[in-house]
């Protein structure tokens, strides 16, 4: 396997027929046009790739795109992934409409560096023409990404130049920051083909993380899957391909009608494809005509080309040269993250009508136009500090993982975490109770674990607020119940499992609730009865007392205090439901209990009309009183007789029933 290089890619922009591809091949060795009809035409119809080695040693990569306005569609393709670009203009023409157009482009994705190479210039013997034609190029540049940016004088026929061409690429890719890997990699599709014996083969270049050979892999939007079996930078073998290398990816598993330009390759879960995602865009100047709401745009992004309808958010339309919020709702998913940069372009007559920057790759609906609220939480998150974009993206989030949470803002983690441990210090992001596999609950301590659950403050002062709202709701509706079931809670927050039991950990931690288990209650709620229920109460206590071990039913408990009161002697604990027939007090149970595990100790088995004879009852309350033994694991019937558990399995019994007798 070939060795692992920092790598960076350059991209060709200009004119067409101003010499991008042969400077290239000069430049490398490498034809770019690999199509026979290209090099019958002489003239670049898709992308080409090459690569060369820098005098500085590194292995930079070439995507070389066309130059004519029919094919500027499959020039965006390529642009996407580029660190810098070699901006060609010919010396015989000088600036012409696809050499603005291109200029646009690269300024609206904010390619961030570049080298201006004036070609041809064999063909010109007037130096003054060449400083002319260097002035004009100077002019152009005024106020875009290239205003800057070195200009070297070369001939791809003759050689001239064409070392300081190098030199000066080196130089610039120097400057250029080590591409940041988020562990996330995305390979938007650029060409997709298929080898004999092989399968199916993609390229690209590779985004926010690496790939290794074996790895699982997804094709988005589709979610077809496979598996690593090759990669290559370059032609070159590679157990591992980094962020920001040329990269080709040989996927087992998959056929080439699974795959196509402008789909991207990534890893399971790594990415969610949105059909609606909001916006800032800059429409060009000079543009045919405004754009209004509602129109039907081309959308580019990485290597994908997408039909999507546009949605003003702030004004009627956009002039010329304006610039505005905008929702974007496609026709099928796409994959985009926040600070993507795109293009886009009118569909008929065929132009490139401006370009942004993606704000939230996954809002949550669509957006109410003209919404003040909505307009400034967008500010924040296209302008804010890390702060500021975690603390709204967690509002757009709600409850969920820290690492979701850095995922969905697109910070990286070193800058995501101080963040998030400010907005927590703060008490504007609230941390979850978690539980680790023990069972104990873990405190946080230093900066938040990526599985830490967080939400913002708001969002969890509303739930609260429902919470307890819910609660107390509850406690008004069924004053004589000692609390309102989970599950019946969870059901009114419509929460996840998870979410919500961490949410209940957390308000039950703060005193706000406390969790008896299976029911909730507010901590000063207590079950009062009033004087008449109390008389009521003292009068079928009476009744029990009058014939203790054949007390009143069920039924005649209920017609004469109602279902509700008879619920709360139950749940008290005064009452002890042994059947859905019959009931005992709470002491009576308990001499009955400890009655049979007596008679037990004097004999090994005992029969139901022992019971009953013991206590002087009749079967159905002896019969009852077994049979909850024996689902109580106190006795296990024996054919006709029970008799008393062991020790061992009689210990955790023991003290649950100990409780209940002595209640």
Known sequence: MGDIYLMHVIGTAGHVDHGKSTLVSALTGINPDRLKEEQAREMTIDLGFAWLNLPGGELVGIVDVPGHQDFIENMLAGVGGIDAVLFVIAADEGIMPQTREHLAILDLLQIKDGVI??????SIEDTEWLDMVEMDIRQAMRGTILANAPLVRVSARTGAGLDVLKQTLSERLAKQPERANLGRPRLPVDRAFSIHGFGAVVTGTLLDGEFHLGDEVVIFPSDGRGRIRGLQTHKNKVEKAIPGSRTAINIAGIDLSQVKRGDVISLPNSYQPTGRLDAYIRVLPGILAPIQHGSDIKFFIGASEQMARLRLLDSELLQPGQEGWVQLEFSHPVVAVKGDRFILRRPSPGETIGGGVVVEPHPKRRHKRFSREVLDNLQVLKEG????????????????????LFK????????AQ??????????????????NPSGKEREPVGDVSGDWLVLGRPDWDEWRRKLVGELNT???????????????MKSRLKLSGLVFHALIQKASGDGLIIDEGITLKLPDFKIFLSVKQQEGVQRLMAKFAQEPYSPPLHKDCVAELGDDLVDSLVDSGQLIAVSPEVVFRAGDFGVMVDGVKQLLQ???????????????????????????????????????????KSKTDLQPHNRKMGSSANG
Not at 408 to 415: E, K, N, P, Y
């Open 418 to 435: 101080p963040a998030l441990a400010r907005l927590i210090a703060r008490e504007q992001i609230i941390v979850l109770p978690d539980q």
């Open 117 to 122: 190479a004036l070609t041809k210039i064999d």
């Open 474 to 488: 509850y406690h008004l509706d069924h004053p004589l119940k000692k609390g309102m079931p989970k599950e019946a």
């Open 408 to 415: 969905q803002a697109g910070l990286i983690l070193d800058v």
């Open 385 to 404: 500090s890390p702060e500021d974009i975690l603390f709204k993206t967690s509002l757009s989030l709600g409850a969920g993982t820290a690492r979701a």
């Open 602 to 644: 004097e004999q090994p088995l005992l029969t139901l009309a022992q019971v009953r004879d013991r206590f002087c009852t009749s079967r159905r309350y002896a019969q009852a009183l077994l049979e909850y033994l024996d689902q109580a694991g106190i006795t296990v019937r024996d054919g006709d007789s029970h008799r008393l």
